[in-house]
């Protein structure tokens, strides 16, 4: 079932997609929303709807301010992890990919927004290398801004994702235009530059299998699988831990605080995991960064 904080986003967009459409017609939302008794002098009944409802919103909107809050907490605890998004357009199969990968059994429906908070499960690929895959809200076209707002905790997890998912579902004649979608929104998020997987999904479903051959040269990381089958799972895994090391490096050493340049560029360009105070001038950090940023950040850092 939906969780109580998937349940906040939807009451909250619908309550915000109805707000300014609200007419005479509404008069039952009073009584919904504990309006009884409610209505002061000169009050119309729709003067009184429209309080209530900006009430009700005012309160879901405070509600999802803590959510966020304690999420933030929770990810500044895993910065130390690599972090896999699933990101793709509604009913793609993340959920599915999901389940199969962490060996879970994640809410899954062929329904519009079925996955609506961010799910995140450890994936094991060793004793010593690790990921944290989360599922995200799928995407569809033209997404209210209004949606994007009550989805903003999850679709955060895509923001401070290090490595991209993008599902695809390979058997939906459409589905050129549904990675369209995917990556305008990716863009609007500014995170389509990020280093990204693109898992074609439901291969078990194409009556003609020449297709795979042609995106396999189009696509530079792409994978084809089935996630219902568990298809080519492990050559996904595989890519994962490529991208990692193709892309990202930790690096550690000491940096001067008096230096603001240097504190700046560092911050800007790497992720710190750890800082120790060493003496009054130095400190030392472990840095995260993609290895495009390593020659900046190490003009900066004694190794």
């Known amino acids: 079932a939906r969780t109580a904080p998937a349940k906040i986003q939807v009451e909250l967009a619908q309550l915000e997609y109805l707000l300014p459409r609200l007419t005479g017609k509404w008069r039952h939302l009073s009584k919904q929303y504990g309006g009884i008794g409610t209505k002061g002098p000169g009050e119309t009944q729709l003067e009184t709807d429209r309080r209530l409802i900006k009430r009700k919103i005012a309160i879901l909107r405070r509600k ?8 933030k907490v929770q990810r500044k605890g895993r910065r130390d992890i690599f972090r ?6 509604t009913n793609a199969g993340k959920s599915t990919l999901l389940n199969v990968m962490a060996n879970t059994n994640v809410y899954v429906e062929d329904k519009l927004f079925a996955t609506l908070d961010a799910t995140t499960r450890v994936i094991k690929f060793s004793p010593t290398k690790k990921v944290l895959l989360t599922d995200t809200v799928g995407f569809i076209r033209k997404l209210p801004h209004h949606l994007i707002a009550s989805f903003k905790s999850t679709l955060d997890e895509i923001i401070e994702a290090d490595i991209l998912i993008h599902v ?4 939906a004649p459409n589905f050129r235009e549904q990675i369209k979608v995917v990556e305008e929104t990716l ?3 500014n995170s389509l530059d990020k280093p990204t997987i693109i898992a074609f999904n439901k291969i078990d479903k194409l009556q003609d299998r020449s297709i795979i051959h ?15 089958r568990g298809v080519n799972i492990q050559a996904l895994k595989d890519k994962i831990l490529q991208l990692i090391d193709d892309h990202y490096v930790e690096i550690t050493g ?5 230096n603001p340049e240097a504190m700046s560029i560092i911050y800007k360009l790497g992720e710190v995991l ?12 472990r840095v995260k960064v993609e290895k495009r940023h390593l020659p900046k950040i190490s003009a900066y850092i004694l190794t």
Request: hydrophobic share 40%.
């Open 64 to 71: 999802l301010g803590e959510i966020d809050n304690q999420r």
């Open 84 to 89: 896999v998004t699933l990101v793709g357009y």
């Open 168 to 171: 695809v579902d390979i058997s």
């Open 187 to 189: 863009e609007e998020l």
């Open 214 to 228: 042609t995106l396999a040269k189009e696509y530079e990381n792409a994978v084809f699988i089935s996630a219902s």
């Open 254 to 258: 000491k940096v001067n605080v008096s």
């Open 274 to 285: 750890d800082v120790k105070y060493d003496d009054d001038n130095y400190i030392t950090l």
